[in-house]
């Protein structure tokens, strides 16, 4: 298969850290720790409803990224899904900022599966075919509406019906649709949130109270400096081909339920290679210089996830379509462009970034 319409399938996320905070204070507590306004879920009218959000350390860098759900209409019990890398980092962060908080944290990382349905209408299409217990938490990906609906069950269900696909399909749809993960497309512990477009996934309130770590994220907000972000970029041996790529990934995105995703499994990128390596450096090359402007964090087939350089690799801000890239010790282009969720005007930004001391 070299090419997909938009997806529709089940598949069970096998790596997520898994917390549950219990507590009279537990909602006060979460809401001065997140950057998400965790008071909000609890005013939603369905419960338990998904939220996305940062967990910072004081100096604005992430500790990890996630999801987070109120338990029942009291909102004292908390579900909270982050990825594993530093999963014991952000419990000892709890544990330091508990201080005399009624809250209590435990590890239910053996005890619930994690799964994701793209594609589907409705979540009671698969819901006779978990069995034995129903999902305690389903909310469509409140990051990203075309990443489908994520949920959470007992470790003792099981999916039985006829759409389950392997977790590295997820993977490859959610690089398709640009959307990276902290711990794999990004460093926790070094990172500030925008470098993994926290703010445009429906991750920060910039409209809540004090939080840790909300210093340094509201000076970037309100200076609208961000130089550099993750985004997606294709691969191809010849320029051309890698435009005529790109802008087939646009059309996609604007038409998903016509086009067809362009990306081909079967394409050999150079030498048998059909992978780009991850961490390879990409570069802005002309008669005068050769300029690094970021490095690949993600790869599949012939399209990745790239941390870039915005004003050295989208110089027009009303292109989605960046400048051609070289990739490091190769003959291919890497061609960048912007994903459909990126907000229009940001990238007007872009000659405040050039000439600001403010590092991402």
Not at 14 to 23: A, I, P, Q, V
Not at 167 to 176: K, M, Q, T, V
């Amino acid at each position: 298969m070299s090419s997909w319409k938009s997806p529709s399938f089940v598949a069970s996320l096998h790596n997520r850290y898994l917390l549950k905070l219990s507590g009279k204070d537990t909602t006060k507590f979460l809401q001065g720790l997140v950057t998400q306004n965790v008071e909000l879920l609890t005013k939603q009218s369905r419960k338990p409803t998904l939220g996305y959000t940062g967990f910072l350390n004081k100096r604005g860098r992430l500790i990890n990224q996630g999801f987070l759900a109120p338990l029942g209409d009291s909102c004292e019990d908390w579900l909270i899904d982050v990825h594993p890398s530093t999963g014991y980092e952000l419990v000892k962060h709890f544990q330091l900022y508990r201080l005399r908080s009624r809250v209590e944290i435990s590890n239910i990382s053996d005890s619930y599966s994690v799964w994701v349905a793209p594609g589907l209408e409705s979540i009671y299409q698969i819901w006779s075919d978990l069995v034995p217990d129903k999902p305690i938490v389903y909310s469509l990906d409140p990051r990203l509406a075309r990443l489908g609906w994520r949920f959470y069950t007992s470790i003792h269900t099981k999916y039985q019906g006829e759409k389950e696909e392997s977790e590295e399909l997820y993977h490859i749809w959610r690089i398709i649709y640009g959307v990276p993960e902290g711990g794999t497309d990004y460093s926790f512990l070094s990172s500030l949130p925008f470098e993994g477009n926290l703010d445009y996934l429906n991750g920060i309130s910039f409209s809540k109270g004090c939080y840790l770590g909300q210093e340094t994220t509201a000076r970037v907000n309100y200076t609208g400096v961000v130089r550099k972000r993750i985004a997606p970029v294709v691969f191809a041996k010849e320029k051309d081909k890698g435009l005529q790529i790109a802008q087939a990934m646009i059309h996609f995105y604007e038409s998903p339920n016509d086009a067809t995703c362009p990306i081909q499994t079967n394409m050999e990128l150079e030498n048998g290679i059909s992978t780009i390596p991850v961490n390879s450096q990409l570069f802005v090359q002309n008669d005068q210089a050769t300029k690094a402007v970021g490095h690949l964090t993600s790869s599949v087939y012939n399209i990745g996830l790239a941390r870039l350089d915005l004003a050295s690799v989208f110089p027009n801000a009303t292109s989605p379509i960046g400048i051609p890239l070289n990739v490091e010790q190769s003959k291919l282009y890497a061609i960048p462009f912007k994903p459909f969720w990126w907000p229009k005007e940001e990238m007007s930004s872009l000659d405040k970034a050039t000439h600001s001391g403010e590092s991402l």
